[in-house]
C-alpha cells in the first residue's frame, strides 16, 4: 500500500511562510490521478484547499488564492503546498489526499499541524 507522508508544519508568525511537503512511498503520479490539500482548523470542518493533477493542471479554493500555491517534484514524488501571508485564520491541521484514476481509491496523509500566532 502507497503512504503519503506530509510535513513541514509548525508554528509560524502571522505573515510568515510555510512549505508543505506531500511525499509519497511510490511515484505518486503513476499511482494518482490527482492530489489535493485540505485542512480542519479546530473544531471545524475539512476544507479543500488546492488540487493538482496527473497532467500538471492546478486549482485552488477562492478562500487561499493569490496565497497558496500548490506544486510537484515528479522526482521526489512530491507534491508541496506553498503558503504565504500566513494568518492566524489558518491555524489547522494540513492533510494531502491522494485519489486513484476513476476515483475509486483514496488516500490520506497522517496531516501536518499549522499554526499561525505571533
Known amino acids: 500500500q502507497v503512504q503519503l507522508v506530509e510535513s513541514g508544519g509548525g508554528l509560524v508568525q502571522p505573515g510568515g511562510s510555510l512549505r508543505l511537503s506531500c511525499a509519497a512511498s511510490?511515484?505518486?503520479?503513476?499511482?494518482?490521478?490527482?492530489v489535493e490539500w485540505f485542512r480542519q482548523p479546530p473544531g471545524k470542518q475539512r476544507e479543500f484547499l488546492a488540487i493538482?493533477?496527473?497532467?500538471?493542471?492546478?486549482g485552488s479554493s477562492d478562500s487561499v488564492k493569490g496565497r497558496f500555491t500548490i506544486s510537484r517534484d515528479n522526482t521526489k514524488s512530491t507534491v508541496y503546498l506553498q503558503m504565504n501571508s500566513l494568518k492566524p485564520e489558518d491555524t489547522a491541521v494540513y492533510f494531502c489526499?491522494?485519489?486513484?484514476?476513476?476515483?475509486?481509491?483514496?488516500?490520506w496523509g497522517q496531516g501536518t499541524q499549522v499554526t499561525v500566532s505571533s
Open positions: 489526499k491522494a485519489t486513484k484514476p476513476g476515483g475509486g481509491s483514496v488516500d
Open positions: 511510490g511515484s505518486i503520479f503513476d499511482i494518482y490521478a490527482t
Open positions: 493538482i493533477t496527473s497532467g500538471g493542471g492546478t
